[in-house]
């Protein structure tokens, strides 16, 4: 099974790097150009001990019984040093160039060394002479112009074979007559070997090269059996194997570190020949060492509620992907037995003392299914772990909390971007918080209680306009904060019950809920609330995340109703929260950055990956704010670390935002993702103009006119590609204007058939404008709601007063007119009393009538009237046989009977009948002025402008309109009272010819705002 290749981690400064395990394996000790030497517990340890020897390390070695230390330097002497007595020195000369390596063989007998002289030597330590000597490297003048370290190597034990690294490949060399004996290749060598290392047991020998190339081979067989590549292909400068074997810790002279686990080793086929040989005994004793081998060869079953004492990582070292073909138990004594046999014996020829390989048993194979993930804990964004004593609480958009607890302080700072906010805040920490968050209104802090006290929430509002600033709440008891957020006027605390409870900012306890799982972070902006929790148990390393988005101003609702949160692969969520504008963002453990498009029915969009800005593969970048305009993720570079220090304060970067679109090197690409990028950054725009916010309206049209520029360019390119389908693909998303411009563009280019095909689409696009207006066109009433209040006032005012004047000449009119109706037709002289129901309950806006019921509401421009259009009274008369209309047509006839010749009043008659206010009249003869001055406006602008200049008029000139419409009215009243007793064909006539003459006046037009209920 090959062997896993674990992702590189920062170890030092850029340069030279070397590794080595200790004896027992138990730690990694790592050496740079840094001058730090480093013992690591693991490769996962994000805390290794740090020893300083001030200069440039090049090497390191850990030996307990080692007897004696070995310099070497440019001098092209070597020293050697007893370590009992350093006073005992032996100096060895006879290179002629700077020392590259070496190597002391296991039985402290033999020195090798390798020079830039081109030379491989070795040494007899006791007489301090040259024993062998072999011209086989390329000569340079110093280490830094060599091509390769020619780091040498002893077979372990024995010490029977020298490994010397040659150009492309790997001799051998025999002790006993320092004769080249085998030499190791490969064809995926194409680079100098720079480095190799035995195995513990002498089977296999490893090599790294300077083009990244890991291989190991089997050194009996003369075969390779592994291969693998460095992520980035940087120089192999480093390798140890575990004492154990099956790990292989590396270096590049990049700093960084990494691990091949899973590496062959002989203990497997020593396991395969003990089975073999005790299978013809016993049937129990080989179902026995059967099943031994089936679990040495199968995946270790791990509980999964594993404890992970690290708490620098969010993510638990135990949701990292695991070997799971080749696990070595450190405890298996065969595996060093069988060693120390082999190497032990002392070989007479050049054959190997290994035993001859016997077929492996045959194991049974073990299915284990998908392994599943540990969940991961509770965080507060923009914060760090919680185990270091100086470490952020939170730094986000207002400010940074730092938390201090060591020796001498435990204490908090509140650092404020903006001073005018409030000046910066010493708090003692005498609680134990350890979350924190803040706002522009206050700062929230919690703690987890103890046996002895709950756990408490603490709150300094800041912002406050009394005396008393602070609040504290106390949970109840085994109920503990695990993280929090402060909102516009709010609190929010998710704690251990699975429940939210939330607060006012003065400390007001409002609403309680349950969440359907344990809760990961939440975050707060304005009036919205993010919370994600865990939504069931995730497998093969990936998390199971669920997220909620709740709406917390007077209408509250859930905007997200617990949807799955998208995460890479084997990724785990590390911040949550808000832009600056508002719209939900979230970045994962490899650096993707994900931004909510409610757009696109709230689907989470990827807009940047801030590994692509990483130098190493353990750099990381670690973010506290994200702006949608101007287009930047701030965050802060964190070299070989998740986190940054506190000390010295760190600098904030800004990233560009890039989506991962195909093809961007490009110009099709290019443009494709800046267009869309674009539209989403776009989106907040109307979010805000629908949640009552003021928006920047310069900066919403110049990004409509650089999403149409694009789109224009974008057309240009397809045209010159001489793709017209595309170029029509691209014109359906255009405004109408651009499609004009496109048109004119695809005719001067000769492309007619495409110009024609375009100016059909301006045409249905066109239509469909006209069609959507016409949809979306608001009653009079509805669009003056959209208007200024003084307006909106001052017009339904005098439509009021219209509607009271119209009703009580009705009324006089009706009683003083006899009807020619049959007994049985009902007459409407009642319409007060129906005035007076709908004020007392008025009709919805937005609600369309029935027939036979309230009239359909007409917009104010004219139409062209028919002899059936029915007005207010009509409409009233046709709701039919109601008792209540039948009595009040039988009062009418008492009052005063009608002839029976009389037709039913018309439209028009009821149009020319309403008299005019002072208004009506002043704007009748100052509408020419008024569409003179604006000839683009509408009857509503007409109406809209005509109130602010009638304002701006003095109160007697108002009056002298208002009498003068009173003096208009009272002789076309006598004139229709005259004209009542002719015969219809007149009535008709006259009527007709008045209506073509006489165009319709303001009071006409707003009596479409008439609308009456049963």
Not at 55 to 68: I, T
Not at 84 to 100: E, F, M, N, Y
Not at 342 to 347: C, H, S
Request: glycine share 8%.
């Amino acid at each position: 099974m090959p062997c896993e290749r674990k992702p590189m981690r920062y170890g030092h400064s850029e340069g030279h790097t070397d590794v080595c395990f200790d004896d027992e394996g138990k730690c990694v000790v790592t050496c740079g150009s840094d001058g730090d030497v480093r013992i690591w517990e693991s490769l996962d340890d994000d805390d290794p001990k740090s020893i300083n020897v001030g200069e440039k390390v090049y090497s390191v070695a850990l030996k307990v019984s080692a007897n004696f230390g070995i310099l070497f330097s440019s001098d092209f002497i070597v020293k050697i040093v007893e370590v009992v007595d350093s006073s005992q020195q032996k100096t060895l000369r006879g290179h002629d160039a700077p020392i590259l390596s070496v190597a002391l063989d296991p039985s402290d007998e033999f020195l090798a060394s390798s020079s830039c002289d081109g030379s491989v030597a070795v040494w007899s330590i006791e007489s301090q002479t040259q024993v062998a000597q072999w011209q086989i490297l390329q000569k340079s003048s110093d280490v830094s112009n060599a091509k390769s370290l020619c780091r040498l190597a002893w077979q372990p034990r024995s010490g029977k074979l020298l490994a010397v690294p040659v150009d492309l490949t790997i001799q051998l060399y025999d002790r006993n007559t320092w004769t080249h004996v085998s030499t190791l290749s490969d064809d995926l060598i194409s680079q100098v070997v720079n480095v190799v290392v035995w195995s513990p047991c002498g089977k296999f020998l490893a090599a790294g090269t300077v083009g990244g190339n890991l291989l190991v081979w089997d050194v009996e067989a003369k075969l390779c059996i592994e291969r693998q590549k460095h992520e980035k292909g940087f120089t192999v400068c480093g390798m140890a194997w575990h004492p154990s074997g099956g790990r292989i810790a590396y270096t590049d002279t990049e700093g960084c570190l990494g691990l091949l686990e899973g590496v062959p080793s002989s203990s497997s086929t020593v396991q395969s020949t003990k089975v073999s040989r005790s299978s013809s005994h016993d049937d129990d004793d080989d179902r026995g060492l059967d099943e031994g081998m089936s679990d040495s060869r199968s995946p270790v079953k791990k509980p999964i509620m594993e404890e992970d004492d690290d708490d620098d990582d969010l993510m638990p070292a135990t949701g990292r992907p695991r070997n799971r073909g080749s696990f070595l138990d450190d405890d298996d004594n065969s595996q060093g037995m069988s060693c120390v046999k082999l190497d032990g014996v002392p070989e007479e020829d050049g054959s190997s003392a290994i035993l001859p390989a016997v077929g492996p048993a045959v194991s049974r194979p073990v299915y284990e299914g998908p392994m599943p993930t540990q969940p991961q804990r509770a965080f507060q964004p923009g914060s760090t772990p919680v185990h270091l004593m100086h470490r952020f609480m939170v730094w986000n958009s207002v400010g940074i909390v730092r938390g201090y607890n060591d020796d001498q302080d435990n204490a908090i700072d509140v650092e404020f971007h903006d001073t005018a906010i409030h000046h910066a805040m010493h708090l003692t920490n005498t609680l134990g918080h350890t979350m924190a968050d803040l706002s522009q209104e206050a700062v929230l802090l919690a703690c987890e209680g103890t046996e002895e006290l709950a756990s408490k929430i603490q709150c300094l509002h800041f912002s406050c306009w009394d005396t008393h600033k602070d609040w504290i709440v106390d949970l109840p008891k085994g109920e503990d904060v695990r993280t929090l957020c402060l909102g516009q006027g709010w609190a929010a605390v998710a704690t251990s019950a699975l429940m939210v409870r939330l607060f006012s900012v003065g400390g007001v306890q409002k609403e309680i809920f349950s969440l359907p799982g344990a809760v990961v972070c939440m975050a707060g902006h304005g009036e919205q609330l993010l919370i994600v929790y865990h939504r069931g148990t995730g497998f093969d390393g990936d998390q199971a995340l669920g997220i909620q988005l709740l709406q917390l101003g007077h209408k509250r609702r859930q905007v997200i109703h617990g949807e799955p949160l998208p995460l890479s692969r084997k990724s785990y969520l590390a911040w949550m929260g808000f832009t600056a504008e508002g719209t939900p963002c979230c970045i994962d453990s490899e650096g993707v950055v994900r931004m909510l498009n409610r757009t696109l029915g709230n689907m989470w969009t990827p807009v940047c990956n801030t590994r692509d800005s990483c130098k190493s593969k353990s750099d990381h970048y670690w973010v506290v704010g994200v702006h949608e305009n101007p287009q930047q993720l701030r965050c802060i570079p964190c070299k070989g670390a998740r986190y940054p220090p506190t000390l010295p304060r760190p600098a904030v970067a800004v990233l560009p935002f890039n989506l991962p679109y195909c093809q961007t090197t490009t110009e099709k690409g290019q443009m494709e993702e800046q267009y869309w990028r674009s539209v989403l950054f776009q989106n907040h725009y109307g979010f805000l103009s629908s949640s009552g916010y003021e928006i920047d309206s310069e900066g919403q049209s110049r990004a409509e006119k650089e999403q149409q520029e694009l789109l224009m360019k974008m057309f240009a390119l397809s045209c010159k590609l001489e793709r017209e389908f595309r170029c029509v693909e691209l014109a359906e998303i255009m405004t109408h204007s651009v499609v004009t411009l496109a048109i004119r563009y695809a005719s001067r280019s000769r492309r007619m058939a495409l110009a024609q095909r375009l100016s059909e689409l301006a045409l249905e696009k066109a239509s469909q404008i006209q069609e959507e207006e016409q949809e979306e066109e608001e009653p009079a009433y509805q669009r003056l709601i959209c208007s200024s209040f003084e307006e909106m006032k001052l017009l339904l005012n005098f439509v009021f007063q219209e509607y009271l004047i119209n009703i009580f000449k009705l009324q006089v009119s009706g009683a003083g007119k006899s009807s020619s109706s049959p007994a049985g037709q009902p007459r409407t002289t009642n319409v007060l009393d129906s005035m007076t129901m709908s004020n007392r309950k008025p009709a919805p806006l937005g609600s369309t009538s029935k027939q036979g019921k309230a009239p359909v509401l007409k917009p104010l421009a004219p139409k062209p009237k028919s002899k059936t259009q029915a007005t207010l009274l009509q409409m009233s008369a046709s709701k039919g046989n109601s008792k209540k209309l039948e009595d009040s047509q039988s009062e009418a006839e008492k009052v005063k009977p009608a002839p029976a010749a009389t037709p039913p009043a018309s439209a028009e008659n009821i149009e020319n009948r309403k008299p005019k206010t002072g208004f009506q009249l002043w704007l009748e003869e100052n509408r020419k002025s008024i569409l003179a001055d604006n000839p683009d406006f509408e009857e509503m602008d007409v109406i809209k402008e005509g109130m602010g200049r009638f304002r701006t008029l003095s109160a007697e000139e108002r009056l002298n309109w208002t009498e003068r419409a009173k003096g208009d009215s009272d002789p076309k009243k006598r004139k229709r009272e005259d004209e009542e007793g002719q015969v219809d064909e007149q009535t008709e006539s006259d009527e007709g010819r008045t209506k073509k003459k006489k165009p319709l006046d303001t009071s006409a037009k707003l009596s479409a705002f008439a609308f009456n209920k049963e």
